[in-house]
């Protein structure tokens, strides 16, 4: 999509995960240093499209964490920025396993890491997937959250079996919130055996919420739920100010005994 500053523009773009569609629409363009418009001002259709331009560096990202919005975007277009609402999320202690997950959990027969190979976590996000044509973690958004990672702020947990990275997730915590960007799976139920352990480490660290974005029957399979935004902001504008516990994480060894 072309944006442009308060003007209206021409082209393809897509909701938070979603298809594309041609659509005509007004959203402001922000320059490198200048503020996020207010939340309110997002889009209906395409629901939560905020603002175009700025820069993924490490202040911008945290800043837009804090007020509830993040980036998505396809190769090509501008940096998008997005605050959905209603909002999906995911409380620690909610989570729904399966019979058959917490067998598996119990009997430990793979290795749950942290914050150990996040260059890979991210890589194999970045993988296309079926019935998806390309990728939204383009090369600008990998080496923005390697920064943040960097900074102590991004973290990957990961799911070994055999040796190898069978499946995984990364995100952003900022105070006792967690964000949730993108998971993947090589492996049956390798990502959700990484969101259990991060959920239940999570709720020992008294965590109030798990963003997940946009719904999406898998999410809600796990317990995640639609809240709307205002809720959604409010909760964030409580945890984000509690202190960080910054990189790199380390979970307990007895998480599911």
Not at 36 to 60: C, I, Q
Not at 139 to 163: N, P, Q, R
Not at 184 to 203: N, V
Request: glycine share 8%.
């Amino acid at each position: 999509m072309d944006a442009e500053s308060s003007s209206s523009g021409n082209g393809e773009s897509a909701g938070p995960r979603g298809r594309k569609t041609n659509i005509s629409i007004v959203i402001p363009w922000l320059e490198r240093h200048q503020p996020f418009p207010a939340v309110t001002r997002a889009l209906s259709e395409p629901n939560g499209l905020l603002a175009a331009g700025g820069d993924l560096s490490t202040e911008r990202l945290l800043d837009a964490y804090r007020r509830g919005i993040f980036p998505w975007y396809s190769e090509g277009q501008p940096v998008l920025w997005w605050s959905p609402d209603p909002r999906m999320v995911l409380v620690p202690g909610e989570v729904r396993l399966s019979r058959s997950l917490r067998k598996r959990l119990r009997r430990r027969n793979c290795e749950v890491r942290t914050d150990s190979a996040f260059h890979d976590v991210i890589s194999a996000c970045a993988e296309p997937r079926a019935r998806e044509a390309g990728t939204w973690i383009t090369s600008e958004m990998a080496s923005a959250y390697a920064a943040l990672h960097s900074a102590g702020y991004a973290h990957c947990v990961e799911t070994w079996i055999e040796g190898r990275l069978a499946g995984g997730l990364y995100g952003v915590a900022i105070g006792r919130m967690f964000y949730g960007e993108s998971m993947f799976s090589r492996e049956t139920d390798a990502s959700k055996i990484a969101l259990a352990h991060l959920a239940r480490q999570l709720e020992r660290w008294q965590f109030g919420l798990i963003d997940c974005q946009m719904a999406t029957p898998h999410l809600a399979s796990l317990g995640a739920r639609e809240i709307p935004r205002v809720d959604f902001l409010r909760a964030v504008a409580e945890l984000v100010n509690y202190p960080t516990r910054f990189g790199p994480w380390r979970f307990d060894d007895d998480l599911f005994d």
